[in-house]
């Protein structure tokens, strides 16, 4: 298994850092999941990843933790 950091990215007009940071939780919260996404790993190169929302539906919707392949 490989480690990779998953990030995505919103801007929001607020007065602090800490009100941009609960305005996109409240977003992450209240919309839909994002589907654009960047993804680095041990190397920190990022690429940008976008994916079709009935298949990220349809992932989601599945325990992944069970998969023996995941221990």
């Known amino acids: 298994m490989h480690k ?3 990030t995505i990215a919103a801007e929001f ?3 602090t850092a800490e009100e ?3 305005l ?3 977003d992450l919260f209240k919309g839909a999941p994002p589907l654009r996404y ?4 041990g190397t920190g190169i990022a690429t ?3 994916l079709d929302r009935q ?3 349809e992932f989601a919707s599945v325990d992944h ?3 023996p392949g995941n221990w």
Do not use: G, N, P
């Open 13 to 15: 007009e607020a007065e």
């Open 55 to 57: 298949e990220a539906d």
């Open 4 to 6: 990779f950091i998953v």
């Open 24 to 26: 996109m939780y409240q």
């Open 48 to 50: 940008s990843v976008t």
């Open 20 to 22: 941009a940071a609960l």
């Open 38 to 41: 960047s993804v680095a790993e």
């Open 65 to 67: 933790t069970a998969d």
